[in-house]
């Protein structure tokens, strides 16, 4: 075993040692609302949001992005789970904007393995073989966190499996300081009707 597995199990072994009545919680979340975030590990959307499990369904990707796949789970958090909010929160100095659809699918072809990055940009080893798959991937890349936070409630409020009288709201987490900013334009268009 790694010495990751041994630091999970361990951890584990003591979370069921306290997990007490959690496993009378009810699949549908009690608060009744979703979180759309990035999968950056310095967010912990238990803390910022103020969760306890069984409270809400936290969606992760990289950089929160309404991709095919988040929007399908926010339609069965809602149409089977019965969510009535939606977040969609986005954060500061997030890796999605270091680079585009045309580094990722180079890097890709150069090798599979892991690119170093330093203040000239993103670099591979070359070594082991890559693939030209990337090229035909939408990256979801960020060029301005309040545009891409705009542009994901836009696309979740219109898209046709969406009920108009879910409220999708936008929001930036600040990694310096661990608050929540409005993007007041994604909030107006996430609106309910």
Request: charged share 25%.
């Amino acid at each position: 075993m790694t010495k990751v597995v041994n630091e999970i199990t361990t951890a584990n072994e003591a979370y069921v040692a306290d997990f007490g009545d959690k496993g009378n919680l009810p699949m549908p979340p009690g608060r009744q609302f979703a979180i759309l975030t990035c999968m950056d590990a310095r967010l912990d959307p238990a803390k910022y949001a103020g969760l306890a499990e069984g409270d809400a369904h936290v969606i992760r990707n990289a950089g929160g992005r309404a991709s095919d796949d988040a929007i399908r789970s926010l339609v069965i958090s809602y149409k089977l789970l019965g969510t009535k909010e939606w977040f969609v929160i986005h954060h500061t100095d997030c890796g999605m904007e270091t680079f585009n659809n045309k580094i990722m699918s180079d890097l890709l072809a150069g090798s599979l393995k892991t690119a170093n990055v330093d203040a000239s940009g993103w670099h591979d080893s070359n070594t082991g073989g890559g693939t030209t798959d990337g090229k035909f991937i939408e990256w979801l890349t960020i060029s301005d966190q309040e545009k891409s936070v705009l542009e994901d409630v836009e696309r979740i409020k219109n898209n046709s499996m969406v009920p108009s009288d879910i409220p999708v709201y936008g929001y930036i987490y600040d990694c310096k300081s661990g608050k929540l900013i409005e993007v007041p334009e994604a909030t107006a268009a996430g609106a309910a009707k």
